[in-house]
């Protein structure tokens, strides 16, 4: 029971902070409109902002409905996935909470705007300018501890086969 409090309030804090944090931008900037938070970076970061319809980076901009659905289907993967997850899990644990909470932040706001609100603006001049959110990065840092959880795991059972190896020759 206690696994699976952790797992809500990881998910609740992640939607609260994101929500309210688009709820500022939408309350505070006009489409299109940026704010130099930290001036000395302000080539590099900015908040601005804009809507996303399709998938990571605005691909696939018509298919708004389908990623609604995606996001579903991958929150309700991952609490199957939890239940069943072996006690050591931790990292996994917390992840799970990350990568759901952020899925759902992005498919509230699919259900009340149409599209999701982005407004963290990094860019290196002449390479890459992009436009997230706190629950994209919800979900990027959260796939960071499932491969590493994953990679310790396969370590462990490798360890243990080379072990059992050894001993039987």
């Given at each position: 029971m206690r696994r699976w409090l952790f797992l809500v309030a990881v998910m609740g804090a992640v939607v609260a902070v994101d929500q309210v944090t688009k709820g500022w931008v939408?309350?505070?900037?006009r489409m299109g409109e940026s704010r130099q938070p930290i001036p000395a970076l302000s080539q590099f970061f900015q908040?601005?902002?804009s809507e996303?319809?399709?998938s990571a980076f605005g691909f696939l901009p018509q298919a708004g409905d389908?990623?609604?659905?995606?996001?579903?289907?991958?929150?309700?993967?991952?609490?199957v996935f939890?239940?069943?997850l072996p006690d050591h899990a931790n990292l996994t644990r917390l992840a799970i909470g990350l990568i759901c909470?952020?899925?759902l932040g992005n498919a509230i706001d699919r259900l009340q705007h149409g599209a999701v609100v982005?407004?963290?603006?990094?860019?290196?001049?002449?390479v890459i300018s992009n436009v997230s959110n706190l629950a994209d990065h919800a979900i990027v840092l959260g796939v960071f501890p499932i491969f590493i959880d994953s990679w310790r795991?396969?370590?462990?059972?490798?360890a243990v086969t080379l072990e059992g190896e050894e001993a039987s020759s």
């Open positions: 939408i309350d505070s900037l908040i601005t902002r996303n319809r399709g389908i990623f609604l659905v995606i996001a579903v289907v991958v929150v309700t993967a991952m609490l939890y239940g069943r909470g952020g899925a982005d407004f963290i603006h990094y860019q290196i001049p002449g795991g396969e370590r462990a059972r490798k």
